[in-house]
T-cell receptor, first 116, second 110 residues
Framework: GAGVSQSPSNKVTEKGKDVELRCDPISGHTALYWYRQSLGQGLEFLIYFQGNSAPDKSGLPSDRFSAERTGGSVSTLTIQRTQQEDSAVYLC??????????????FGPGTRLTVL | GESVGLHLPTLSVQEGDNSIINCAYS??????FIWYKQESGKGPQFIIDIRSNMDKRQGQRVTVLLNKTVKHLSLQIAATQPGDSAVYFCAVRGGSTLTFGKGTMLLVSP
């Protein structure tokens, strides 16, 4: 596929359970970003991966949130012990740059997470 | 009665009209600007970008205007269609990061 893909598209879970969200960036893109978007809100930055550099985790809201990027491609965002306030759309984006986080980002369709 | 909404600025236009959506930024060192369109239930879609060495750039039915003097960016959509209904937001690069605006909801009536 030519675009960023995310799975699952929807995830309903019970409070306290762990969830994993997956992102497949555009082939060849070196930068990958995770955002959270609550209803009617702007994009909340979570984490940024650039090549083999250490990720920028400055946006993660708590230590229940973590992310990995394996082989410089696929990324997984993990939320442990989910809370109802974690309910949101989680968006992944990738960017073709290899030098810094300031270039056009191409977004996936998002994963809608609902915590009951 | 009670109204529940997104609390985004909203622009309502008639089909066929031209639409203008605005974005203000604060960092005079910003050098790259992007407009995104986000339809309900979908991820943001890249529309058009412009660099600070330009003041106008045109795409298909869209034009972006940049006024660096007053730090203002606008997106013009010509002959707006119902399919243009979406939230539009700008992204601005200052240094090494992109900052995203909250967005404007465009509603197009047939």
């Amino acid at each position: 596929g030519a675009g960023v893909s995310q799975s699952p598209s929807n995830k309903v879970t019970e409070k306290g359970k762990d969830v994993e969200l997956r992102c497949d960036p555009i082939s060849g893109h070196t930068a990958l970003y995770w955002y959270r978007q609550s209803l009617g809100q702007g994009l909340e930055f979570l984490i940024y991966f650039q090549g083999n550099s250490a990720p920028d985790k400055s946006g993660l809201p708590s230590d229940r949130f973590s992310a990995e990027r394996t082989g410089g491609s696929v990324s997984t965002l993990t939320i442990q012990r989910t809370q109802q306030e974690d309910s949101a759309v989680y968006l992944c984006a990738s960017s073709p740059t290899s030098g810094g986080a300031g270039w056009a980002q191409y977004f996936g369709p998002g994963t809608r997470l609902t915590v009951l | 009665g009670e109204s529940v909404g997104l609390h985004l600025p909203t622009l309502s236009v008639q089909e066929g009209d031209n639409s203008i959506i605005n974005c203000a930024y604060s960092n005079s060192a910003s050098d790259y600007f992007i407009w995104y369109k986000q339809e309900s239930g979908k991820g943001p879609q890249f529309i058009i970008d412009i660099r600070s060495n330009m003041d106008k750039r045109q795409g298909q039915r869209v034009t972006v205007l940049l006024n660096k003097t007053v730090k203002h960016l606008s997106l013009q959509i010509a002959a707006t269609q119902p399919g243009d209904s979406a939230v539009y937001f700008c992204a601005v690069r200052g240094g090494s990061t992109l900052t995203f605006g909250k967005g404007t909801m465009l509603l197009v009536s047939p």
